[in-house]
Every structure is written in C-alpha cells, then in structure tokens.
C-alpha cells in the first residue's frame, strides 16, 4: 500500500463521483428527515439531492478529504511501508490468529460501544451522535479486516492483488459517509434541542407560524416546506404554494 493512489486508478474510479455525491446526498436527507417523522422521498425530486446537499460538501470535504490528502502526501509513505509490512505479517497466519490479533487492536471500542448502546437501551436516552461516533472507529477496522481478507483470498486463488488505490478510496468514502451521517443527527439535534430556528416567522394565506421552544421549522424543497411540532412529536407538511414569506432565524 506505499502507492496509495494511482493517477490512472484515481481518474477510473472520480468517474463514478457524481453518482457518488447523489447517493450520499440521498443518504443525509433521509436520515435527518426521518428524524423528524417525514419520509422525504415523497416530497424531493431528485434534481433537489444535490442541492440540498451542496450546501455541506465543501465542508465535508474540507475536514475529511483535504486533511487525508495532505496527510498521505507527508505521511503516505511511512504508512504504506508499515501497511504493507502488517499486512504481509498477517497474511501468513490463519483465519482465526488474524482475528484474534485485529481483535487485540479495537477491542475496547467494541466493548465502550456495547457498554453505550445497552445504556441507552435501558434508559431510552438516545444520542444518536455520540453512538455513530462510536461504531465508525471499529467499524474502520472491520473495513480494514474484510479488504485485507479479499486480497488475502485473491492472492491465494487469482495471484493477483487488489490496487491500493481502490482500497484506500474506499475507506476514504467510508470515513466520508460517516462524517455526513455524525453531522446529520447534529443538525437535528441542534434543532429539537437547542431550538435553532426560534423566532423563525412563517406567513401562509391563512396562518401564521412563530417557531418557539414547542414548534420549530425543519427545512423545506423546492414545493413542500417542513414544520415540527416539538411537544406533540408530529410534523406538518404545508405546501409551498400557500407560503406567503419566509423570515428565517438562526441561533
């Protein structure tokens, strides 16, 4: 793994960003919906996703792609050489002694995860943030064990190894996805909890809506906007096309 992207293997697999981008986008707005109790899917057309989504990317992509580039431009070799290194190591030992050693390096992630998850499902206090943050350091290694593994098994059977490059831009749209999905359950905490849109003032032809401490807007598309009522855990979906104005207020 000292090369760790290939220029050519690099511009095979950017072909695919695109469709990348909309399967993720997609990703973020489902989840932060249904945390709201809307199934989004019925109101989004799909030209929206990566609008809506467009508004994060750069921020994404600032605190995960910048900064692993820059890492494996200054570190990459040094990496790749002990990569490579384990990775030969492991290699000769069997199944079941690579377990036990991957086991030995991630063992006290497993165990803080099951300590949290049983915790909240005896108290019912779900922090979905804290428990995605969790699950996405052993489930780095988990990737890290199954790709070694396919490369174990296409050496043995095809004595042929899977390019570094694919594997590293896997793990890379792994930490990506976890990234957007930590920052989705904060985005909708932030607006459960710690009420970002009060004051927010929302004038239809026949109502008027004052986000407070009990009600707060959600967001909206391009024909749907999206209300929540905080104390009664419903959310209402109003047309567009009776918003008369729109006065957003951000914490």
């Given at each position: ?68 580039l820059a890492m494996l431009t200054f570190f990459g ?25 991957d086991f030995k390096e991630f063992y006290i992630l ?142």
């Amino acid at each position: 793994m000292i090369n760790f992207f290939k220029k050519e293997q690099l511009i095979e697999i950017l072909k695919y960003s695109p469709a990348f981008l909309i399967f993720v986008g997609c990703i973020k707005l489902i989840i932060f919906y249904n945390l709201f109790g809307i199934r989004i899917i019925d109101y989004l057309d799909l030209t929206e996703v990566l609008i809506s989504f467009f508004d994060n990317l750069i921020n994404y992509l600032l605190t995960t792609i910048v900064p692993m580039l820059a890492m494996l431009t200054f570190f990459g070799k040094k990496i790749g050489e002990e990569s490579q290194k384990s990775f030969t190591q492991n290699s000769e030992l069997n199944f079941v002694e690579r377990i036990k050693s991957d086991f030995k390096e991630f063992y006290i992630l497993i165990i803080l995860t099951l300590v949290l998850l049983i915790f909240q499902l005896v108290t019912n206090k779900w922090n979905y943030q804290l428990l995605c943050t969790l699950i996405s350091y052993p489930g780095i290694y988990v990737i890290i064990f199954i790709t070694r593994e396919v490369r174990i098994s296409y050496i043995k059977q095809y004595r042929y190894t899977i390019p570094a490059t694919y594997i590293n831009i896997f793990m890379m749209a792994y930490l990506f996805i976890t990234l957007i999905i930590q920052n989705t359950f904060k985005e909708a905490t932030e607006i459960k909890d710690e009420h970002k849109y009060f004051g927010t003032e929302i004038y239809f032809e026949k109502d008027t809506i004052k986000c407070d401490s009990n009600i707060t807007y959600v967001g909206q598309t391009k024909n749907f906007l999206f209300v929540y009522d905080i104390q009664k855990h419903k959310s209402l979906v109003f047309p567009k096309t009776k918003l008369q104005k729109l006065i957003l207020v951000q914490k």
